[in-house]
């Protein structure tokens, strides 16, 4: 039997969530953070088993599953961008107002890339494979804004 | 009676867990994650690469970061792998070991690793909670406060296939005999009328029993894995899940029954009131339980062997899970159609 | 004593006097119980009067207290410290207050001033350690076109004299005092360490008088931007633990479909429209579009009530806090379930009672509705039940 739907009485009420939380960074994000902020350093995380430094960092290798929370090195705070796109819409939770590039930059010494914007040079012109640096931000944040931006060398 | 058979028996071969505390500021998400996933490999005896597909629950309004499967792919070892994700209020972490169980007796997967975290400091769990009433009509009106404890932590569980417990396992299997989700129809006041409806508790013990041959359930189990948020539920729902009349369960109380040296010993590990972090929760009432079977529950193993062993998830507006599990596989015959 | 993040609940007691604002309590007349259970827990009672305090530890019962806030050792230092929010505490019952918990709330951050954590043990690091590495902290870039001599003269132990030359975008640390300075700081050696180290606050030591200053008095207070936070060497950097703290806030719109929607309409019209199952009879509030029990499609409303009967109750004397505004709600309050005239008996439904009926609130009571003096059509019309008074004299 179908439903004789009458839809006369039918509304919709507004309704609002809002929930604050906090995350926390822990240990090794808080580490990898307060560098930035502190020395202007970009620290990566090695795996003596395979070889591989990872940044951001992670407490264990994601290849072989080794331990490597204490293997500290210091990365370059110069990169090559390998990939990037461009952010095209605005919305209020951006970071910066479009068209902006949000490129993957592989810092010297880091096996994995590091997502951040790149500025300096205008996005049609933008192409993977150049070099970039960081811009570390005069207001810090504890956040990985403490990195303003990344621009071409 | 409906035919209720698996397709092939399940076994729980590893099991990890994180401490439990109201705060672990030192840790992310990931790293809370990875460390019960690397505790159950370990207990398990395998690594990353011998698990066929993931089973990730929590509640995400908890934390107020969505898609968490997706950002603890690095802690549960995902990536790569088919993954799964269940959301089921209190019973996630239970609803996470049926999952498992049903994915591996399917015949799909051979290995599955199922993991439940919470981390509730990050959040602000009775604000979740109270939106997930019904706008409607229940939000106004109720202030969900969280009525049990709040715990950052997770667990881990690995299950396999017959065939692969056969190929030998490091410690020894606990097989997940049967388990059953029992929901209740989503409008909580018609619990408090005067003609009551059956207890969600009562209707999965009643039906699990009767389809498993299990008469008295209370000479049957050797302890009890109760998910009880509050230690006033606890004692009410041992009515429903022993299918006991009256004020049974309260003279069994008195009696001791329930004690740690009792006829059927009731939450060993401390239950839900001794910690609770929701995702994790109800997986750590079977993860306890198969400990209990192994022999392997530290300092709070029961003395009298235990063969048999029941346990529970609760959640939302009474939603049941209950479970058996079994040292032996020799239930087979007992099944009835 | 037990430490909890690095405090006992002792410590917390010892300095009530010294943080009790008599000022702020003049009007307030109340005492106080605190039982911290757990290791380094104990009983306490404070004891307000008119601007004065007595803070004493007590073995037996907590008698003669207006309020009594329970909870354990942990949980007392955690939320004294801020490190565990108080609303998390008394919605998670770890902290519980017999009494008026929002009446507390708002008196104790009046009347006292916040406890501060004791100040860390002394570290072996000197003020002649932390001075002689100050050039190599030095930032050019925060101090393009300064140019200053800062005096140090640190007392005490570890202490010394050092000139600090800023110019030309370079920095130098020397031995002695030059003349002249641009500004001159005088304080003991360990107040300098605690302050590079982070264990003394700056701003407290500036205008406690812990150090004097001669000469350019801005000069001394922009000094601190132009160097990078002192190390301790081999010393872990991340102390330190980062959280981010965040609201997340979602607009929603919820469509209430055809038959709830009857329902609300009915509201305005102060009426209560349930449905009913055409197989077992049952009616529903509120009404659903099929009967859960029988799995058929539910059409017939009825209209029931608007009185009813209360089959149960709750009263709420616990304060949670609303997820939205983190307002603790009044208390105590009342969740009456309320069967309506003409419902079937099992469909009880919620219903907020009027807070001035809890205490003649009895199984059995006769409700009628109190509505929302403009009613439009939705779940604010109705503002809940009230004792029948009509029907209570009878």
């Not at chain 3, 929603?252 to 309409?265: D, I, K, L, S, Y």
């Amino acid at each position: 039997m179908t439903m004789q739907e009458d839809h006369k009485d039918c509304f919709v009420l507004e309704g609002k969530m809002a929930l604050p939380n906090q995350y926390f960074a822990g240990r090794l994000g808080s580490r990898f953070l307060i560098a930035i902020r502190d020395r202007k350093k970009i620290m990566g995380l090695k795996c003596n088993q395979c070889g591989k430094t990872f940044v951001p960092p992670r407490e264990y290798c994601e290849k072989c599953w080794t331990k490597i929370a204490d293997n500290w090195v210091e990365l370059g705070t110069e990169g090559e961008l390998v990939n990037f796109t461009v952010v095209r819409y605005g919305d209020r939770h951006l970071p910066k107002k479009p068209p902006y590039i949000l490129g993957q930059i592989r810092l010297d010494g880091a096996d994995t890339p590091l997502v951040h914007i790149v500025e300096g040079i205008d996005p049609r012109e933008v192409e993977s494979g150049i070099r970039v640096k960081a811009v570390f931000a005069a207001k810090t944040t504890n956040t990985i804004m403490d990195i303003d931006h990344f621009e071409p060398v | 009676m409906k035919k209720h058979a698996k397709n092939g028996n399940v076994a729980i071969i590893g099991i990890g867990q994180t401490s439990f505390s109201s705060h672990k500021e030192d840790q992310n998400q990931v790293e809370m994650v990875q460390e019960a996933v690397i505790n159950a490999l370990a207990d398990a005896g395998l690594k990353i690469g011998d698990i066929d597909c993931i089973v990730h629950g929590n509640m995400e309004l908890f934390e107020m970061q969505f898609a968490p499967d997706l950002w603890h792919s690095l802690g549960t070892g995902a990536y790569g792998k088919d993954e799964y994700r269940i959301t089921t209020g209190g019973t996630t972490g239970a609803t996470l070991v049926c999952a498992a169980d049903n994915l591996v007796a399917s015949g799909l997967y051979g290995t599955v690793l199922a993991i439940g975290m919470e981390k509730l400091q990050e959040g602000n769990t009775t604000g979740g909670i109270t939106n997930m009433a019904d706008p409607l009509w229940f939000r106004n009106l109720q202030t969900g406060a969280l009525t049990g404890t709040t715990s950052d932590g997770a667990c881990a569980m690995i299950f396999t296939s017959e065939e692969k417990v056969k190929q030998g396992t490091k410690n020894p299997p606990v097989w997940i005999r049967d388990h059953i989700q029992v929901h209740r129809e989503e409008t909580i006041p018609n619990l408090f009328g005067f003609n009551k409806p059956e207890m969600t508790h009562h209707c999965a013990a009643r039906t699990l029993f009767a389809r498993n041959g299990i008469q008295d359930p209370v000479a049957y189990f050797d302890v009890f894995e109760m998910y009880d948020p509050s230690a006033w539920w606890a004692v009410d729902w041992l009515r429903e899940f022993f299918l006991l009349k009256g004020d049974e369960h309260l003279r069994m109380l008195e009696a001791g029954d329930f004690d740690l040296d009792g006829r059927i010993p009731i939450n060993p590990s401390g239950g839900v009131i001794a910690s609770n972090p929701i995702g994790a929760t109800a997986m750590l009432r079977p993860a306890e339980a198969a400990l209990q079977i192994r022999g392997d529950a530290g300092g709070h193993q029961i003395k009298k062997e235990v063969r048999h062993a029941l346990a529970s998830g609760f959640g939302g507006t009474f939603w049941t899970v209950l479970m058996i599990l079994e040292k032996e596989l020799n239930w087979q015959e007992v099944n009835h159609d | 004593m037990t430490e909890y993040f690095g405090t006992t609940v002792a410590d917390i007691f010892a300095t009530m006097p010294k943080r009790f604002k008599p000022e702020e309590a003049k009007e307030v007349d109340i005492a106080i119980g605190y039982e911290a259970t757990g290791e380094g827990g104990g009983k306490w009672k404070a004891t307000i009067k008119h601007g004065t305090l007595k803070v004493e530890t007590v073995d037996g019962d907590l008698t003669g207290c207006k309020t009594t806030i329970h909870t354990d050792a942990e949980t007392f230092v955690g939320v004294t410290l801020g490190k565990i929010g108080a609303l998390d505490a008394l919605s998670s019952q770890k902290l519980r207050v017999a009494g008026d918990p929002k009446f507390l709330m708002l008196l104790l951050p009046k009347i006292f001033t916040p406890y501060a954590a004791p100040e860390k043990k002394p570290v072996s690091v000197t003020a002649r350690d932390i001075i002689t590495t100050i050039a190599e902290r030095f930032r050019p870039e925060k101090a393009e076109g300064v140019a200053m001599t800062i005096g140090y003269d640190l007392t005490g132990e570890g202490g010394g004299r050092w000139t600090i030359v800023i110019r030309d975008g370079k920095c130098a640390v020397r031995g002695g005092l030059a003349d002249p300075l641009t500004v001159k700081m005088t304080m003991e050696a360990k107040t300098y360490a605690g302050m590079m180290l982070g264990t003394i606050e700056a701003v407290t030591a500036f205008t406690s008088g812990q150090v004097k200053i001669e000469g350019d008095m801005a000069a001394a207070g922009a000094t601190a931007k132009f160097f990078r936070k002192y190390v301790v060497p081999g010393a872990t950097e991340a102390e330190e633990l980062i959280s981010l703290r965040v609201t997340n806030a979602i607009e929603q719109r919820f469509a209430t479909g055809p038959v709830m929607g009857h329902w609300f309409a009915g509201l305005r019209e102060k009426k209560f429209l349930a449905n009913r199952c055409p197989k077992c009879g049952r009616t529903q509030i509120p009404p659903r579009e099929i009967c859960a029990w029988c799995r058929v499609r539910v059409h017939e409303f009825v209209e029931v009530g608007p009185k009813g009967v209360v089959t149960h109750f709750d009263i709420v004397y616990f304060a949670s806090p609303d997820p939205l505004t983190g307002a603790v709600r009044d208390t105590p309050y009342a969740t009456a379930y309320v069967v309506f005239d003409g419902s079937t008996e099992r469909e009880a439904v919620t219903m907020d009672l009027k807070k001035e009926d809890i205490p003649r609130l009895k199984e059995g009571a006769r409700v009628r509705p109190v509505w929302a003096e403009v009613t439009t059509g939705s779940s604010r019309d109705l503002i809940g039940v009230a004792l029948d008074e009509q029907e209570e004299s009878l």
